[in-house]
C-alpha cells in the first residue's frame, strides 16, 4: 500500500477498527443466516419436511452448552436461594392453538421444537432475585465465548492472542492436523447458540439495564471530576482492544465462509438431481 496513503489514514485507524466490530458482527449473524438457509434447504431434500429441525439437531453441543452455562450460574447461586428444578434439551411438543372461545387445542400435525430449557425456583422480592436472573440469562454468552476459546486451541495448538500475533501459522509445529476434523464444526455449533435468547434477556433486562446505568453515570462522574478525560490516549486504549475482537470475529467469518461454500456446492448437486 501506498505510504503517503496509510500516513493520512493514520489519524482514522482507531476509528475503522472500533467500527470494524460492529461491521463485522453484523456481517457474521449475515453470513450465519445465509448458511442457516442453506443447511434447511439441505435438510428439505433429505428428509421432504420444511420444518427447521436440520439446524437445530447440527448445533446440539451449541445447545448443550447454552443451557448447561445457565444450569452452571445457578448451582453457583444455591447459597442465594437459587434451586434448579428440571433441564430439558430438544423436546418436541405440539403447537398449542386457542379456539375463539379460549379454550387450548393442541395440534396433532404441527409440532415446535423447543431446543433446551432450564426451569429454576429462588426467592421472590430480594435485589439478589433480580441479580441472579440476570446472571443466568447472560451466562450462555460468557460460556460460549469461553469454549470457542478453547476450541481454537484444541483445533490450532494456538491460543487465540498466538494466532493473532502470528497469523501466518495455523497449526501449532508438532500439533496433529486431525483437529481440525471435528473442532470447526464445534465452534460452529458453540457461536451459534451463545447468543442469549429473547426470554433470556427478558430476564436479563433489570441487571443489564441497572449496568447500563451505572456504567455511565460512573463515566459522567469521572469526566466531571477530569479523572477521565476523552482524548487521543484514551480512543488509541479502546482501538488496542477492538482490535483483538475484530481479529476474533474475522476468524469465525472465516469459517462461516468456508461452510457456506461447502454448503452451497451440496445445495447445487442436489438442485441437478
Not at 481440525?180 to 433489570?206: C, H, M, N
Request: hydrophobic share 55%.
Amino acid at each position: 500500500m501506498d505510504p503517503t496513503l496509510i500516513a493520512q489514514m493514520q489519524p482514522y485507524t482507531p476509528w475503522l477498527l472500533i467500527a470494524g466490530v460492529f461491521s463485522l458482527f453484523t456481517l457474521l449473524r449475515v453470513t450465519r443466516k445465509f448458511l442457516r438457509q442453506r443447511v434447511e434447504e439441505i435438510g428439505y431434500w433429505l428428509t421432504g419436511q420444511r420444518e427447521q429441525r436440520i439446524w437445530f439437531w447440527l448445533n446440539a453441543p451449541g445447545v448443550i452448552l447454552h443451557e448447561l452455562s445457565h444450569a452452571f450460574v445457578l448451582l453457583l447461586l444455591r447459597p442465594f436461594g437459587f434451586r434448579i428444578t428440571s433441564i430439558a434439551f430438544f423436546h418436541i411438543k405440539p403447537i398449542v392453538q386457542r379456539v375463539p372461545n379460549g379454550r387450548i387445542m393442541k395440534s396433532s400435525m404441527r409440532q415446535s421444537l423447543q431446543l433446551g430449557e432450564v426451569q429454576y425456583v429462588r426467592p421472590q422480592g430480594r435485589p439478589m432475585t433480580y441479580i441472579g436472573d440476570g446472571l443466568s440469562a447472560i451466562a450462555p454468552l460468557f460460556g460460549g465465548i469461553a469454549m470457542f476459546l478453547f476450541l481454537y486451541w484444541v483445533a490450532t495448538g494456538y491460543t487465540l492472542w498466538d494466532a493473532f500475533h502470528n497469523p501466518h501459522q495455523i497449526l501449532h509445529p508438532g500439533w496433529p492436523w486431525w483437529t481440525l476434523i471435528f473442532a470447526p464444526y464445534l465452534i460452529l455449533t458453540v457461536t451459534s447458540e451463545l447468543w442469549p435468547s429473547r426470554q433470556d434477556w427478558r430476564g436479563a433486562k433489570w441487571l443489564v439495564g441497572g449496568l447500563l446505568f451505572l456504567a455511565i453515570l460512573i463515566i459522567t462522574l469521572l469526566w466531571l471530576t477530569k479523572a477521565l478525560i476523552f482524548n487521543d490516549t484514551l480512543l488509541q486504549n479502546i482501538a488496542k482492544i477492538a482490535i483483538y475482537i475484530d481479529f476474533a470475529l474475522l476468524v469465525l467469518l472465516a469459517l462461516d465462509v468456508i461452510f457456506l461454500i461447502i454448503a452451497e456446492v451440496i445445495v447445487r448437486i442436489v438442485r441437478r438431481s
